[in-house]
């Protein structure tokens, strides 16, 4: 299969159809379809018009990806517009460019995935080279970023990691704005909706990480007021378990003084303002941060029926059983890899 069948079969499976559907809606026959996706044949100007446009996208964008590309419009994939100015990573899915933001300062190094390019007036310039492609994941795990960069340095089939709350990944997934999710909860509580495929990640522990000047306050003292919590948007699993724990203690619910918008970020916080945040173990002994538990969580993969036999979906799945993957997810601190890949 040459780079045109790759590109070909992965907007196909983006759409959900099959080669028959895709060939109905294209007035093409599947005989044709399939042996584009193999490599095998170069389409008539008609069939390949008729082919983009089924697909949403445009013939130079669909068989000729280094053809100069228009501005994309492209949405963000947790919702709404993208910032002026930022650099983001797009990807296709169904019929709308969806893209995140690349973090500035990954920006400007040699880690983390590379950008496809920049948002000027509202619109998408790819880079030169750049292909808006790929399986879209959404979630907060930090091993999404791993797998997102190993799959890039090999050059296959590559993904786009949209770091996210699990309420907020799921929404995405809800309205097409992303082909699978990363989601994590207690142990033995996931429970996916009909039509969505699941495999286990990983497990770790959620709970408060405390500045280590603090000597590991008690829950009672951190949902006071007399300590600064640094709390996660209601939609993050994390914060949830935190809700469960003041409940079962019975302190008041109070205003949080401030909302992070990840692990990071909220752990960052913590260390600045010398007090604790909502986060999950890995991440508070990578910042140097004491770590009381509040819940033991599992992470799932979730990916509807559709779109499992995806390229982006099918490596990811492989990696995971690999020693590369396994080794630098292992090395993060306070991760248990224990049937990382079984399906559930």
């Known amino acids: ?98 893209a995140r933001v690349v973090d500035p300062v990954s920006a400007l190094t040699s880690t983390g995935a590379p950008a496809d390019g920049v948002v000027l007036g509202g619109r998408v310039r790819l880079f030169a080279g750049a292909v808006a492609q790929g399986t879209v994941i959404a979630g907060c795990d930090p091993v999404l970023g791993v797998a997102e960069g190993l799959l890039e340095r090999t050059g296959g089939s590559r993904i786009v990691g949209v770091p996210a709350t699990s309420g907020q990944a799921l929404e995405a997934l809800q309205a097409r704005r992303c082909h699978g999710v990363l989601v994590h909860g207690p142990a033995g509580s996931l429970r996916p909706p009909a039509g969505l495929r699941r495999w286990h990640v990983t497990r770790w522990r959620s709970g408060l990480a405390t500045h280590p000047d603090l000597r590991r306050p008690g829950l009672d003292a951190l949902l006071s007021g007399e300590l600064e919590l640094v709390h996660r948007d209601r939609s993050a699993a994390c914060q949830q378990a935190l809700e469960r724990a003041r409940r079962r203690i019975g302190a008041p619910r109070r205003k949080p003084p401030r909302i992070a918008g990840g692990h990071l970020e909220a752990a960052r916080a913590a260390l600045e303002s010398r007090g604790g945040a909502v986060a999950i173990e890995p991440v508070a002994v990578a910042m140097g941060l004491d770590f009381t538990e509040l819940e033991v969580h599992d992470v799932e993969l979730w ?32 991760y248990d890899l224990t049937d990382t890949g079984a399906a559930r």
Do not use: K
């Open 303 to 334: 990916v509807p029926d559709p779109w499992v036999e995806l390229p982006g979906i099918q490596a990811l799945l492989d990696l995971m059983g690999t020693a590369r993957f396994r080794d630098r997810a292992g090395a993060l601190p306070a």
């Open 1 to 98: 299969m040459d780079d045109t069948g790759r590109r070909l079969r992965a907007q196909r499976l983006a759409a959900g159809w099959t080669q028959g559907e895709l060939a109905d809606r294209a007035l093409v026959s599947r005989a044709l379809v399939g042996a584009l996706e193999r490599g095998r044949h170069v389409p008539a100007t008609d069939a390949a018009i008729r082919l983009a446009r089924a697909l949403g996208t445009t013939v130079e964008r669909l068989f000729d990806p280094t053809a100069a590309a228009a501005d994309l419009v492209a949405v963000s994939v947790l919702g709404g517009g993208l910032p002026e100015c930022a650099q983001v990573r797009a990807a296709w899915v169904q019929e709308a460019t969806v």
